[in-house]
């Protein structure tokens, strides 16, 4: 299958301070990424859907000033945390979307575990 | 809104046994995308086995196959001789086709599966 990397794996920051994690589809190219919440023992909840060259789709709840989306190029999505909070601390998974001649396919990163302090 | 509902929050399995990881579904859509996600410890999600709702015949990969009743909006995921590295958290997905759902997966709750020597 395709691959989709994250960077960092595990981020530690201080209260008040801003975290950039990146996603990054290393063999295709993917028009549209998702980016993902999972909280310890609990199952992924989508957060946004990012579009490449246009603005991310933010799902009902999340704040778009908090969770920054850029997907400035097609291989490329970045989420920055603004402001963290120790009840942003989380596992952060991104998606991207393989568009095939015939079907689709998310394929998922890594994830970033993000602890704030 | 689809709605997915894994009941067995967690299962237990012996080694060379089959074990049988129940999802329902609630959508009003006639055509759609089913999942059954396999995370390991690593956190990383892999993709299981897929099947779409047009089909009759049930998907089947190696030691995994499904049960799907549409009428019944049901999709149990079966592993046959089961191995240690079947021990993961399982999540059923769906994924809608309506035009401008941008290929979103809503994911159920999960299930935890243990592998017993």
């Known amino acids: 299958g395709a691959v989709v990397s994250q960077h960092p794996s595990r981020v530690i920051c201080k209260s008040g301070t801003s975290v950039k994690i990146e996603c990054r589809s290393l063999?295709?190219?993917?028009?549209?990424m998702f980016w993902y919440r999972q909280f310890p023992k609990q199952s992924l909840m989508l957060m946004a859907t990012?579009?490449?060259?246009?603005?991310?789709?933010?799902e009902q709840g999340v704040e778009k000033d908090k969770f920054l989306i850029n997907h400035a190029s097609l291989t490329l999505s970045t989420l920055t945390v603004t402001s963290a909070h120790p009840e942003d601390s989380s596992f952060y998974i991104c998606s991207a979307l393989y568009v095939g001649p015939y079907n689709e396919w998310q394929f998922f990163g890594p994830g970033t575990r993000l602890t704030v302090l | 809104a689809q709605t997915v509902t894994q009941s067995q929050p967690e299962m237990s399995v012996q080694e060379a046994e089959t074990v049988t990881l129940s999802c329902t579904y609630d959508?009003?859509?006639?055509?759609?995308?089913l999942f059954w996600y396999k995370q390991p410890p690593s956190r990383q999600m892999i993709l299981v086995i897929r099947?779409?709702?047009?089909?009759?015949q049930n998907a089947t990969e190696n030691r995994f196959s499904v049960n799907f009743q549409k009428a019944a909006k049901s999709f149990s995921l079966k592993i046959s001789d089961s191995q240690l590295g079947d021990a993961a958290m399982y999540f059923c997905a769906y994924r809608s086709q309506l035009t401008g759902t941008a290929s979103k997966l809503t994911f159920g709750t999960g299930t935890r599966l243990q592998v017993m020597l």
């Open positions: 063999d295709f190219q993917a028009t549209t």
């Open positions: 099947q779409e709702a047009y089909k009759q």
């Open positions: 959508t009003s859509e006639s055509d759609y995308y």
């Open positions: 990012s579009n490449e060259g246009s603005k991310a789709t933010y």
